[in-house]
Structure formats: structure tokens, C-alpha cells
């Protein structure tokens, strides 16, 4: 993948800074370069799509936005600032989260589950984790349920102590965490603030 894209400044925070922007990004692996030089900035509110076949690097560029890898060339800047991603949780705490593809997610949790694991302290894992995800949700029209399974939608996980609000369960061997060790989805979720809207 070779490109250079560039948006006008946003409005929004420092006008002359965009909300994520990366330049001369190249990633190569033994035999195959996944990336070469690509450049482009993603203005505060916007929406981008990154398209092209299987195999383009489209995935690798996301990986690196999001701290799984690291580029050998080139600088990511988030909101004007030079950062150095070296794992999901660097680039949680610089705002950038990322929605992997469906088989990422946990399909025995539920959506709430899925989308703060690993980002519980940014809104918890009960009512406020909920809340958020339906404001996101309502604000962007996809009518999700965030106490919906996500391997069967519209059902809903039996709850500790009658929670009409499907809270996460209270025995210990059924906390997400435990009864994932070594299945955990790597990164799988995304952090429920929205500063770039960058998406793969």
C-alpha cells in the first residue's frame, strides 16, 4: 500500500492539527513490503474508510495505528503530537481504539463486554459502560443493544442478583477476564472515547 491522502485542518481543538496523522509510514516483513511511504491525516469529526484488496496492508496500517506493531519508517502523530505506539494500551491512552473484525470478539459476552475489555477505567463495566455505548450508538444509528450477546443478538446473559440492566456476572470464574485467560481477543474493543474517528 502506497498512498498520500491529506484533509483540510479541523475546527476543532488546535484548527491546524488533525486528529490522527501518519507520514511516510512503511512496514516490511521477510520477502513483502505491507506498506510503503503512505501518508494521510484524518480530520477531528470525520469519518475515513481505507479500501483495497486483500493483502494491500490495510490491516498492518491499522495494526500500527493501534500499537500492534510498529512501523520501520515514518511517524504517527495523534491531535499534533508525535506518539511512539508500542501496544494497544499506548494507543488507548493517546484516544485511539479500533473495532477488529468479527471473529475478534468474544461471542459469549456481551456487547458491553466486548467493547470495554481492556478500557474498563474510561467508563466501568456496569450502567456507565452502558450508557455510553447506547449514546454512541443511538448518535450514529446502529441500534445496538449493549446487553445483547454478540454471538446470538437480542439475547441477553442471565444476570447476578435480577439487574434488569444485564450487569456484568459477580462469580469470579465468570469474569470475562478468567474465563478468557489465553483466548482474550487482542485488542478486540474499543475505547469509548472518540477524539479520532479513524476506523480499518
Known amino acids: 500500500m502506497s498512498t498520500t491522502v491529506t484533509d483540510p485542518p479541523s475546527a476543532a481543538g ?23 511511504d503512505v501518508t494521510f491525516a484524518v480530520a477531528r469529526g470525520t469519518v475515513h474508510a481505507i479500501v483495497g484488496e486483500n493483502g494491500a496492508g490495510k490491516s498492518t496500517l491499522m495494526k500500527m495505528l493501534y500499537g500492534v506493531q510498529r512501523p520501520d519508517e515514518g511517524t504517527i502523530r495523534i491531535n499534533g503530537e508525535s506518539v511512539s505506539l ?14 477488529f473484525q468479527h471473529f475478534m470478539l468474544a461471542d ?3 456487547v458491553t463486554e466486548n467493547v470495554v475489555l481492556g478500557a474498563e477505567k474510561l467508563h466501568g463495566i456496569g450502567a456507565g459502560a452502558r450508557a455510553e455505548i447506547t449514546r ?26 435480577g439487574d434488569p440492566q444485564g450487569a456484568l456476572p459477580r462469580r469470579p470464574h465468570d469474569h470475562p477476564r478468567r474465563a478468557h485467560r489465553g483466548a482474550r481477543p487482542a485488542g478486540g474493543r474499543r475505547a ?3 477524539p479520532a474517528r479513524a476506523q480499518a
Open 14 to 36: 488546535n484548527a491546524t492539527d488533525p486528529a490522527v496523522e501518519v507520514e511516510g509510514i512503511t512496514k516490511r516483513f521477510p520477502g513483502v513490503i505491507a506498506n510503503q
Open 86 to 99: 508500542h501496544s494497544p494500551a499506548d494507543a488507548i491512552k493517546h484516544g485511539v481504539g479500533m473495532v
Open 108 to 110: 459469549n459476552l456481551t
Open 136 to 161: 454512541i450508538s443511538d448518535e450514529y444509528g446502529l441500534g445496538i443493544d449493549p446487553r445483547d450477546l454478540v454471538a446470538d443478538p437480542g439475547s441477553r446473559r442471565p444476570t447476578a442478583g
Open 192 to 194: 469509548l472515547r472518540q
